[in-house]
């Protein structure tokens, strides 16, 4: 069945740069949009962005335009989000998830989330 | 402050039925389908609803989902102890250019 399966916890200081992966199984990885969105603790979720695993196009919302680099390996399946300049409100969980083609917002294959620490 | 407005909890006995209310604007639920997630606290959302009224496969059909102008809701029918978990809306936002979802509503099982 289609799988998604994060990179584990991180623990970065201020100012650093965390990079999370997410392998996906299952299916043809080409086929669907990757997105990712993150949720700080006892928070609500938060789209950080889109990758179209075939091109390698992204689309970043402003807030995060600059900061958060989205890419992919077609040949380990795997899609990375690189995040630089962490400051200490960027501790959250980051999940990757697969697009429900056609249907804006709706993601229908969720990976397990990825716990970045930012802390001094 | 989310773009889309949710009660921040709601409530329910076994059996009941509740309704979930996502406010939103013109240029957010006015325009565009609106998407149901369930998260039970420690593990990833779950998509509930797709396309403002759509089921996935394996989503029980006590779910239900509808929207009028600018606001959304989400039904759930026959409370199950299971459903206890919080429930987010999300849309696109044409005036913000980015996705955007509810703060989240905590459903409680009595």
């Known amino acids: 069945q289609v799988q998604l399966v994060q990179s584990g916890v991180e623990v970065k200081k201020p100012g650093a740069s965390v990079k999370v992966s997410c392998m996906a199984s299952?299916?043809?990885?080409?086929?669907?949009?990757f997105h990712w969105v993150r949720q700080a603790p006892g928070q609500g979720l938060q789209w950080m962005g889109w990758i179209n695993p075939h091109s390698g196009d992204t689309n970043y919302p402003e807030k995060f335009q600059g900061r958060v680099t989205m890419t992919r390996d077609t040949s380990t399946n795997t899609l990375h989000m690189e995040m630089s300049g962490l400051r200490s409100d960027d501790t959250a969980v980051y999940y990757c998830a697969k697009f429900l083609t056609g249907y804006v917002g709706a993601f229908d294959i969720w990976g397990h989330g990825t716990l970045v620490i930012v802390s001094s | 402050q989310s773009v889309l407005t949710q009660p921040p909890s709601a409530s329910g006995t076994p059996g009941q039925r509740v309704t979930i209310s996502c406010s939103g604007s013109s240029s957010s639920v006015g325009s565009n389908s609106v998407n149901w997630y369930q998260q039970v606290p420690g593990t990833a959302p779950k998509l509930l609803i797709y396309s403002s009224n759509q089921r996935p496969s394996g989503v029980p059909d006590r779910f239900s989902g509808s929207k009028s102008g600018t606001s959304a809701s989400l039904a759930i029918s026959g409370l199950q102890s299971e459903d206890e978990a919080d429930y987010y809306c999300?849309?696109?936002?044409?005036?913000?250019?980015?996705?955007?979802f509810g703060g989240g509503t905590k459903l409680t099982v009595l």
């Open positions: 299952g299916y043809t990885f080409t086929d669907s949009y």
């Open positions: 999300a849309t696109w936002d044409d005036r913000l250019n980015d996705l955007v």
